[in-house]
């Protein structure tokens, strides 16, 4: 069931009238039987998974709290680590780790046999998984209570507006919601409308109308040149952007109209003037997973320079490799690991020098970066990436005319909501415009999305 | 205060109200009055009216119907399907159009009623998406469907989508006005040329051979992306042959051929379509006209310009191959 589909629309109706009749557990039993509804939508064949995973954390941090003995919390903590990550390695990593065998068997001159394994990737499982193991260790770190509500605890690994891709919440913040009634207030509705409007224009209008143009490029960089490949790659950012950034409007709006608040997940990471700056704004709830359960329990900064560095890198190379079973997004990650640690030395003699001319540099050369390292995320191969690389670099002219007027008129859609919400420093920013400015902004967005939709397309992190 | 009562005061909120008028505003001067879904000639609703207006219209007493997708638009040639059964200049009236279909068949024929229950025979073509019920519904769907329709052709997204559009007209409408705002940019709104036979042109040429190879995946794939069973096309089908047999017509239904790489492809990429549609084509009675395989009635590659239109030499031998069909089954009776 996609935000963006009529039956999501019908199945939001009914759970936001159902909701506000129930008190505190009939909340929760009705989030839980939504979510799950939601889910099985996909496939019902993975609720099992969904409900296992659920079980264990739940029984897990449960033991894990019960217990002061250091040897026994840390078996139940390998316990949860094992079982979460043995189902995203099995489902997402085994084929991709079974074929990279074969290709270096193949490259030792070798004759392997290639097994087709066939194994489906349960949608939301990179999400979900991140999710209940946050709990568990947060448990462990006694950061966070364990929880004694089943019901509340499986809401909070299925809440279907950001189950399947995110925002990646923590326990300390999203389970506490659930102990308590739900009553959205005015604002709660209208901002969380506002919210989803907001993600449907930016995933629709923007990402969806951009994605022909992509394809197209990326599909055949031969018979582009390298200003249109240029183009291409920008469009994608854009993309990109607009599809997840738009997936995390939309959640969150859902959510908030339900009276559960979502934490931010993008933070105009465009505007940044450094990779480090990047990563502070673009997809945050993963980021700062990354940072809490990864980076710092690696040593973080505190080994000094190289470990530092190290630390960045293998934490960026595995954030890379959440994206995806495949080697362009190692590389990925690897791009922006290097990155970090590159701007990290830089910055270590170096303070921040005001001016605007720096800052416009800074942005230009962020944004290059980023860019660049989009190729690899977006190509489906390493060989296509180099495809697009060997003609980003060949340097032959001839812009194309429809696709540089789909990307200016891009980044001025995404700019008449970025702007605003960036200089307010708030998201909802449209709310304080004069009513009229207002109502015109809303039939517009409304009419744009419209206008602009074609077949619902799903969101791109959902094969994620 | 209770949610509906919040929901109640919000939508009371000025911006809100400002903002449901101009969408009303939309729905009324827009996407309801008839004239927006006429404006552009070449879009899949306004195609309908160029039907109407400069064929239908403009026949004066049409003894054969032909309707169906743009693949029987271009195999069979009113005049070559007039010269080979003996008929007057005239007789035969071939209203294909692209991606037409039988809810297309049915409605034009509601609509031109008078005119085309003169005729004796009605040939319909059918198409193997036909069975698809993922198919996306047309603009002609979006336009013409009314509500019962919408509900017992389509099942799932596509039923409630059709409900929502059948509502709120601007869901509807988006297609068409998405392209007529196109067509006033580009300041040229361009109209359906038609063949001296009658018949829509849409293409600037009608070559008289084509391509030995071409690539029928593309097509193909598109035809059956998300396949499964849908038996809304068939149930408009039925509803055309009742109405036009209580009329007094004869109705045939028509195969056009394929490409065997088409069908091929078929039989190997989509066998769960290609099953479906074998089990349909054995269940009629009496057998569809026409033909299948390209190979089996003498046609060759070239006999086509893509995985299915026939070029205009495939289309003489297509008709001629009818009138034996039709001469053979004992067409004209009376």
């Given at each position: ?9 019908v ?75 043995g ?28 097994p087709?394994?066939?194994?489906l ?21 006694r ?9 509340a ?66 599909s ?7 200003l ?11 993309q ?31 505007f ?28 973080g ?30 590389i ?56 697009v690389l ?22 001025g ?38 206008l ?7 969101f ?5 | 205060?209770?949610?509906a ?24 001067g ?33 003894q ?29 009236l ?38 698809n ?17 919408r509900?017992s ?28 705002l ?47 069973p ?33 069908l ?71």
């Amino acid at each position: 069931m996609l935000f963006h589909s009529p039956t999501f629309f019908v199945f939001f109706a009914v759970v936001l009238l159902l909701y506000r009749r129930l008190g505190l557990a009939g909340q929760n039993h009705l989030s839980l039987v939504a979510s799950y509804v939601f889910f099985g939508w996909w496939d019902w064949r993975f609720l099992g998974l969904l409900a296992f995973s659920t079980a264990v954390d739940f029984l897990v941090a449960q033991r894990i709290e019960a217990t002061d003995d250091a040897a026994r919390r840390k078996r139940w903590l390998w316990v949860s680590l094992g079982v979460n990550l043995g189902l995203l390695a099995f489902f997402k990593y085994v084929g991709f780790f079974v074929d990279s065998a074969v290709d270096l068997l193949l490259a030792l001159g070798l004759t392997p046999h290639r097994p087709v394994l066939g194994i489906l990737l349960p949608i939301g499982i990179s999400f979900y998984t991140f999710q209940t193991m946050a709990y568990t260790i947060d448990v462990y770190r006694r950061r966070t209570p364990a929880t004694r509500d089943p019901v509340a605890f499986a809401v909070y690994v299925a809440w279907f507006p950001q189950l399947v891709a995110g925002p990646i919440e923590r326990a300390d913040r999203l389970l506490p919601q659930f102990s308590e009634r739900r009553l959205p207030t005015r604002h709660q509705l209208g901002s969380g409308a506002l919210l989803m409007l907001i993600g449907y224009f930016r995933k629709v209008a923007i990402a969806d109308t951009v994605a022909p143009h992509v394809d197209r490029i990326f599909s055949d960089p031969g018979s582009a040149s390298s200003l249109g490949i240029a183009l291409g790659v920008v469009l994608f950012a854009l993309q990109i952007y607009g599809d997840f950034a738009g997936y995390s409007d939309i959640a969150r709006g859902a959510s908030r109209m339900l009276g559960v608040e979502l934490m931010q997940n993008f933070e105009h990471p465009y505007f940044s003037t450094s990779i480090t700056e990047f990563w502070r704004r673009w997809h945050v709830s993963l980021s700062s997973w990354l940072r809490d359960y990864l980076y710092i329990p690696l040593g973080g900064n505190r080994g000094g320079p190289v470990k530092t560095y190290r630390n960045l890198m293998l934490t960026m190379l595995l954030g890379g490799l959440w994206h995806g079973a495949g080697w362009n997004f190692v590389i990925w990650g690897g791009l922006h690991g290097g990155a970090l640690a590159v701007h990290k030395l830089w910055r270590r003699d170096r303070p921040a020098a005001p001016g605007r001319a720096r800052a416009i540099a800074s942005w230009a050369g962020t944004m290059a970066l980023v860019c660049l390292a989009w190729i690899f995320f977006r190509a489906h191969s390493f060989s296509e990436a180099m495809a697009v690389l060997g003609g980003l670099f060949a340097f032959t002219g001839g812009l194309p005319g429809g696709t540089a007027l789909v990307a200016v008129a891009a980044v001025g859609a995404l700019l008449v909501i970025d702007v605003p919400q960036f200089r307010r420093g708030e998201h909802e920013a449209i709310l304080r415009w004069p009513w009229w400015v207002r109502g015109v902004t809303y039939a517009g967005l409304v009419l744009a999305t419209l206008l602009l939709s074609g077949s619902p397309s799903p969101f791109i992190y959902f094969q994620f | 205060m209770p949610t509906a009562a919040r929901l109640r005061s919000l939508l009371r909120g000025k911006a809100t109200r400002l903002c449901l008028a101009l969408l009303l505003l939309v729905e009324l001067g827009v996407a309801r009055p008839d004239w927006l879904w006429r404006l552009v000639p070449r879009s899949g609703a306004g195609i309908v009216d160029v039907l109407e207006t400069r064929v239908i219209a403009r026949a004066e007493a049409p003894q054969i119907i032909v309707m169906g997708s743009s693949r029987v638009r271009d195999a069979l040639s009113p005049r070559d399907l007039e010269r080979a059964l003996r008929l007057p200049t005239g007789a035969v009236l071939n209203l294909g159009l692209t991606s037409g279909t039988p809810f297309d068949a049915v409605t034009l024929y509601r609509r031109n009623r008078a005119k085309l229950r003169t005729a004796r025979l009605l040939l319909v073509g059918l198409e193997d998406w036909y069975l698809n019920g993922a198919m996306a519904p047309t603009e002609r769907d979006r336009r013409f469907a009314d509500l019962s329709e919408r509900w017992s052709d389509w099942d799932g997204e596509l039923r409630l989508s059709l409900l929502l559009g059948y509502v709120w007209r601007t869901y509807d409408a988006r297609d068409v006005i998405r392209e007529t705002l196109q067509a006033l940019a580009r300041r040229r709104v361009r109209d359906v040329p038609l063949a001296p036979d009658g018949r829509l042109l849409w293409r600037a040429d009608e070559p008289q051979t084509g391509p030995v190879d071409v690539d029928v995946l593309a097509e193909l794939d598109g035809f059956f992306r998300d396949d499964r069973p849908g038996l809304g096309r068939r149930a408009q089908l039925a509803r055309l042959i009742a109405l036009a047999q209580a009329d007094g017509l004869e109705v045939r239904l028509l195969r056009v051929p394929w490409r065997d790489a088409y069908l091929d492809a078929r039989h190997t990429r989509h066998p769960a379509a290609d099953a479906r549609w074998r089990a349909w084509i054995d269940s009629l009675t009496p057998p569809p006209l026409g033909a299948e395989r390209a190979s089996a009635v003498g046609l060759l590659p070239t006999d086509f310009v893509d995985y299915g239109h026939l070029a205009g030499r495939g289309a003489t031998l297509f008709a001629s191959l009818i009138a034996d069909q039709l001469r053979t089954s004992g067409w004209p009776a009376r």
